[in-house]
């Protein structure tokens, strides 16, 4: 069965400044994907940045990156210049790379931006 | 043009009464989902359905029946609720697309207090 865990519960960073949030996953599948899914206070779930497991190269969406290091199944999201607005709780997720899969969905780090 | 629709947003019942949460999503999606949200924000799968058949079912109770009249609505009906069912359940839909593009789109979420 697939895990996946987030170990830093809470996370705090000033504003403009960097903050890496971690996850690492247990599978042994090949081929999955891992998500990273944005929770702030309205509650809604936000899709932040998405990578594919066959995929060598860190995706990046805007102030958004992964640092995906398959062997350590380790899933990092980097977010650079942070916001106000980022302030939330943020999931890392796991999916198989076949068709229906659920997510499987680390317990979450609640990061807070403060000015 | 919302992309995943549910409703009602809030619900507070009585225990032992039954109740229903409707979803619906217009993203031309085959599979839908059923998570829970449980009080210390942990996100775990109920069911998913895959164009009007359920695919995933993860030891619910029996209390828990969803259903699918075609594969762009999902709806959950919950009987004799019990104070534990409290808790925010999430809707999502998803389309595989293989080698590209695979994500969920998650509703805004149903907060459900049993009293």
């Known amino acids: 069965a697939q895990t996946v865990t987030q170990s830093q519960p809470e996370m705090s960073v000033q504003e403009a400044e960097t903050v890496t949030l971690s996850c690492t996953y247990d599978?042994?599948?090949?081929?999955?994907?891992l998500f990273w899914y944005k929770q702030p206070p309205s509650r809604q779930m936000i899709l932040v940045i998405r990578q594919e497991a066959y995929k060598q190269q860190n995706a990046t969406e805007n102030r958004f990156s992964v640092n995906f290091q398959k062997a350590a199944k380790s899933f990092s999201l980097k977010i650079s210049d942070s916001q106000l607005g980022d302030t939330a709780m943020y999931f890392c997720a796991f999916m198989k790379h076949v068709n229906t899969d659920k997510l499987i969905f680390g317990t979450g780090t609640r990061l807070q931006v403060f000015p | 043009d919302t992309a995943v629709s549910q409703t009602p947003k809030y619900l507070v019942t009585q225990m032992g009464n039954d109740k229903s949460i409707k979803c619906e999503q217009n993203l031309g999606h085959d599979t839908m989902y059923w998570y829970k949200q449980d009080s210390k924000k942990f996100l775990k799968i109920m069911f998913s359905y895959n164009n009007k058949e359920l695919i995933i079912n993860e030891t619910v109770p029996n209390r828990f029946s969803p259903k699918s009249p075609d594969k762009a609505h999902l709806n959950l009906h919950i009987n004799s609720l019990e104070l534990g069912d409290s808790a925010v359940y999430f809707c999502?839909?998803?389309?595989?697309?293989?080698?590209?593009?695979?994500?969920?789109?998650f509703g805004q979420g149903t907060r459900l207090t049993v009293v």
């Open positions: 599978t042994s599948e090949n081929n999955y994907y």
């Open positions: 999502a839909s998803s389309q595989f697309r293989g080698a590209g593009d695979t994500e969920a789109f």
